[in-house]
């Protein structure tokens, strides 16, 4: 017994020295500086409130949009950046205009339903049509019905139904969306998942421009009983919308660190600042971006400055397509800068993380050495690690091109924010204080571990170890139905 013991205590000593491995004796003083800095005197929270009061929402193209922009350029010149840079992009934007949904057995009896339109619906639609069930909406319940919803609206879920086949896995409504007008659908009715009536939006455009069909979402109890009424024979549904789109012109904000002995080689860590406009966006992204923003705020008052450069930037135009970080890469590919960028760390919606999570395996020893020393000084953080990928927010163009993405995980959402996603009910009052200063003063540790490590075994993807990640991790998919897969193949 005492021999097994003894190989447990080695093994355990082992595990710590490999896990401290790429720790440097010097964090342990920085990161106990950031963390008394942010638990002391974080700003996320407090200009998150200011920001939600005198801007509300942060609509990208919109009055408000320009105002949230100017507020961030400002506020990261008020802790010292001298910097701080617009990053203007001209881009194609949505925004909603009138909606009236009716539903009835007949063209001509008609009731209201209570609905919102999803982004990148028509500039103008009237019509009216039967509605057919598509289940989860994913290809196999149009393969199951062939010519079902040819030149009728489709009924979809937003999740996985219940009672789905076992391992079932769904898609964003974009591509939901995608799969119904290549089977010929005349438009979507999304349920949306969240109980109490709450409505959703977002895009339901893979490619951020127009889609030719007009995409609604109604709540969960008016869906299901919808789906009743299917059943015991014919439902119409009457569509009347109207929507703006046109050419509109928005600013990424950038704020720089230049590192110390490797200047060259850069570290990017953004959230995205826009949000619907439905409510002020306090969860997404508001959490999200503020965070980053104190996380400049740390850096600077501390003066710190890893080996690399560290970037921060605020994106707009994520909820319309990730329109600010295509631009950031499209920018960074034409320069040839996109060679210069070891990791991109992305927060959005991020809130009180329990530890770190990868598109990288090969960061896992790394990645534990911040968060062994984050957990010695607050055990809340459990130092778990996740590695894996998916797509739909800023981290996915720079995934595409190879470079390694991350940030923070395994935390909750505050408040039961949940289900006010994309709602009107995302509203400042969900935002937990002590959630944003975990998210900052963890996130601020991650970032500089990775922009002062000795070395990153996370590497830069070739394009074919891109299309090979991409592939492993079950991505293909979902980007050819955007349109995004450059493969041949």
Known sequence: MAKQSFALLMIGLFYSLTVSAQAKPSWNTIFKRINDEV???????????????????????SVNGAKAETYAYELLQSYGFKNVRYQP???????????????????QQLSPVKSVALA??????????????????LEEDYVAAPGRAKGKIALVYLGVLPGSREGTKSLHRSEKTAIAIRHGAKGIIVINT???GILLTGT?????????????CIGREDGMALKTLLMTGKQYAHIDMTNFSGMIKARNVIAT?????????????????????LATGAIDNGIGSFSVMDMARTFKVLKLRPARTVEFVLFMGEEEGLLGSKAYVAAAVKDSSIQQ????????????????ATSAAESKELFESIGAIAHKLDTSFKNSFYAGAGLHSDHQPFMLEGIPTGGGAGGKLP??????????????????EQGMKNTVRFSSMLLYGIADAKTIKAKHFTDSETRAFLIKNNLKEPLQIAGEWRWAD
């Open 120 to 137: 990148h619906s028509p500039v103008k639609v009237n019509l009216t049509d039967e509605i057919v069930d598509m289940g989860n909406g």
């Open 39 to 61: 638990q002391s005197h974080s700003q996320a929270y407090n200009t998150l409130k200011t920001a939600t009061t005198t801007i509300g929402h942060r609509l990208t193209g």
């Open 415 to 432: 408040n039961n924010a949940g289900p006010c996603y994309h709602a009107d009910c995302d509203n400042f009052k969900l935002v937990d």
């Open 257 to 277: 660190i230049k590192g110390r002995k490797r200047p060259h080689e850069k570290i990017v860590v953004g959230g995205h600042l826009d949000s619907w406009d």
């Open 204 to 216: 339901a455009s893979v490619t951020g421009k127009l889609i030719p069909i007009p995409a609604v």
């Open 194 to 196: 969240a109980e109490g």
């Open 341 to 356: 960028l070891r990791y991109m760390l992305n927060y959005d919606m991020t809130n009180d993380p329990k530890g770190y």
């Open 89 to 107: 992009f001209e881009v194609e934007s949505w925004s909603r205009g009138t909606l009236s949904l009716t539903v009835g057995p007949h063209k």
